[in-house]
């Protein structure tokens, strides 16, 4: 159903978990910012809130995100006490207001962790916020699941698990320094369905090293055979300049464009036909999980999660680099965990960086959030809808898009341009300097 454009795919874009992206955020947003976006929360609107864990107990060379190796207790501990610290003052500038209804973990490895230590950061946050029985959500890497984090999960109720997976292939796993046997990954599934976990993601990877269309294809079948509810499809993004430990993945074993795109349009086919919807890009969901509910309903939203059922315009987060975000400003914490926890320390918010959200950006914002998440966007708060007819001809003229009564319509074989066409939206692009990745 896909056809293959590749002047249409050129351009690095953003993924857009935000917009404006962190690539346009300045350090003249600070604490003074975060704290006066606390004041404004309503007393009974709806929070999300995020902790990031910038630990694993192995280092995958492929991964982007904000973590080093948990090698040493003395560091988790100090990172805790920190994370503890942040909550506390949070809470007392929100001055419960505001409802938590959804509650996310992530990383690094939440299960760096040991279970007694999420635990009692579990009953912190509950105790510091007012939460009204909050959505928990929390990502998992299979080689360090314990039974003690079994116990756990069905002890707190954890709602959502999403599983670091990739590939189960040993040859790709060995290329891209991550190796969990099928064997771990079933056996955790297993585990964690006793465990009372009814919506499980599986985070699987296109465009790796080494990596066949057959070799997609039997992992495929083996995550449609352990029956997640929800299955990320991403294409992974290559760019050693700014992830020195990806330097340890020989480029010249990855598949080039035209079969990162093939892969892509392979996954889609795939997935659709064994029963899962398609969210917005890369992501599918049976239609059963809310997820799924919000895809056919089209109300699927997008935050620093990915594609989300997640309803609320405010998300707080807490830890190193973890990203607040709110209607008219956007606010990260520092990245470096000395600084973060000597800021703590020093009673003051760890707030680094960010940006102002103008009511031109939240505008643009919306129209980048449909077009990703549901395939068609509103134009009418533009002005005249038109305008943009030259900007989108190129997607136009291929039969990708349209425009009709204002409203721009993608074409469901326009998935794979998605971000691209979002791009034609976006006011920065060209003004700031950033490396994104490849749009598939």
């Given at each position: ?232 499809l991403f294409g992974y ?61 089209g109300t699927v939203r ?104 204002g409203e721009l319509i ?31």
């Open positions: 159903m896909w056809k293959y454009y590749p002047e249409l795919l050129e351009r690095p874009v953003p993924r857009y978990t935000s917009y404006p992206t962190a690539a346009d955020f300045h350090d003249e947003i600070g604490a003074d910012d975060l704290e006066q976006a606390l004041a404004d929360v309503r007393l009974c609107g709806d929070i999300s809130l995020y902790v990031h864990i910038p630990y694993c107990e192995q280092i995958c060379w492929y991964c982007g995100c904000n973590t080093g190796k948990a090698n040493r207790t003395q560091r988790l501990a100090a990172y805790m006490d920190a994370l503890f610290a942040e909550i506390d003052l949070v809470s007392r500038k929100l001055g419960k207001r505001g409802r938590v209804k959804r509650i996310a973990f992530g990383g690094g490895s939440p299960n760096a962790l040991c279970a007694d230590d999420f635990s009692d950061l579990l009953d912190h946050l509950s105790k510091a916020f007012s939460c009204d029985q909050p959505i928990l959500s929390i990502e998992l890497d299979p080689r360090g699941f314990t039974s003690e984090w079994r116990d756990l999960i069905a002890a707190t109720g954890v709602h959502n698990i999403s599983l670091g997976v990739q590939s189960f292939d040993p040859v790709v796993q060995a290329a891209i320094g991550r190796v969990q046997p099928l064997e771990m990954v079933t056996d955790m599934v297993a585990d964690l369905r006793a465990a009372g976990v009814s919506s499980l993601n599986f985070d699987l990877m296109y465009g790796l090293p080494g990596q066949t269309q057959d070799i997609l294809e039997e992992t495929l079948r083996e995550a449609v055979r352990l029956l997640p509810e929800r299955i990320a993004a290559h760019i050693p300049k700014l992830i020195p430990r990806q330097r340890r993945i020989d480029d010249t074993y990855l598949p080039d464009g035209r079969q990162r795109f093939d892969m892509a349009a392979f996954g889609y086919d795939f997935l659709t036909k064994a029963g899962y919807e398609s969210i917005g890009f890369d992501h599918f969901a049976l239609p059963g999980d809310p997820l799924g509910h919000a895809g056919i309903g997008r935050n620093f999660q990915g594609f989300t059922d997640d309803q609320s315009d405010i998300l707080i987060g807490f830890g190193a680099s973890a990203i607040s975000q709110f209607p008219d400003r956007i606010i990260q914490n520092h990245k470096n965990t000395g600084r973060y926890r000597k800021l703590l320390a020093d009673g003051q918010l760890p707030a680094a960086a960010g940006i102002k959200r103008s009511p031109d950006n939240q505008i643009h914002g919306v129209i980048i959030e449909q077009i990703l998440a549901n395939g068609k966007a509103d134009l009418a708060p533009l002005g005249d809808a038109q305008s943009h007819a030259a900007l989108l001809a190129p997607f136009i003229n291929r039969g990708l898009v349209e425009i009709a009564g993608l074409d469901p074989s326009a998935k794979p341009y998605a971000r691209t066409i979002a791009a034609v939206f976006d006011e920065f692009r060209g003004q700031t300097n950033g490396t994104f990745s490849q749009a598939v």
